[in-house]
């Protein structure tokens, strides 16, 4: 079936310093969506991605979707201890209705 | 505040037990998603339902089960209650349920079972 599988698990950054976490899906994507959960809180979409080879920019953030759909990255530039918290990718099977969850990146941010 | 609300907040329960777990859309939205989050894990799709229908179906167990009412409310049935039951449950909303679809989540029931 379908997987999709991100890396890192974890990462620790020093405050200032960039971090990104990248998503593979085994299978072609129709979309990919991120998301950013905060300690104690619940997922919060930020984006979605549709096209193949999109960039797409959210002050720090930057994501990208390959040009096959099949994977995709987030980058943060800078990080401020704001970013802490476990970030999400999600994609659906192109044809499909299932959205599947990557396991997270968990960041954390040392001030 | 994402729109989707979900009660109880925690609740605590015991093994062999039954507990539902009830959820409310965004104003609007067809379809309703539940998702399992054991502690510090990532999130397991349990089922989704698209105006009253089953949709997709995850990982659910048969000890599991869900149904959504015709006013898009969504009940999450969990009996014969295990200890590795203990987890976040959110439940999440979208429009439509198709692609592309956005999905907003609730703050989450805790559930632990002692």
């Known amino acids: 079936g379908q997987q999709v599988m991100q890396i890192p698990q974890y990462q620790h950054v020093q405050e200032g310093e960039d971090f990104t976490t990248y998503c593979n899906s085994s299978t072609t994507l129709s979309n990919i969506q991120w998301y950013k959960q905060r300690p104690g809180g619940h997922p919060v979409f930020l984006i979605q991605l549709v096209k193949s080879g999109e960039v797409k920019k959210q002050k720090r953030l930057t994501f990208q979707f390959g040009e096959a759909k099949k994977n995709s990255s987030l980058h943060i530039t800078a990080t401020q201890t704001t970013d802490v918290g476990t970030y999400f990718c999600a994609g659906r099977n192109t044809g499909g209705f299932k959205t599947i969850f990557g396991a997270g990146t968990r960041l954390f941010v040392k001030a | 505040d994402s729109g989707v609300t979900q009660t109880p907040k925690h609740l605590i329960t015991a093994t062999g037990q039954r507990v539902t777990l009830r959820c409310s859309p965004r104003s609007g939205d067809l379809s309703v998603y539940w998702y399992q989050q054991s502690l510090d894990q990532g999130l397991q799709f349990l089922i989704q339902?698209?105006?009253?229908?089953?949709?997709a179906k995850g990982n659910i167990l048969e000890r599991f089960s869900a149904q959504q009412f015709p006013d898009l409310h969504s009940e999450l049935n969990l009996s014969s209650l295990e200890l590795g039951d203990s987890a976040l449950y959110f439940c999440?909303?979208?429009?439509?349920?198709?692609?592309?679809?956005?999905?907003?989540f609730g703050p989450g029931t805790r559930l632990t079972v002692l």
């Open positions: 999440a909303s979208s429009p439509h349920g198709t692609d592309p679809d956005t999905q907003y």
């Open positions: 339902y698209y105006n009253g229908e089953e949709r």
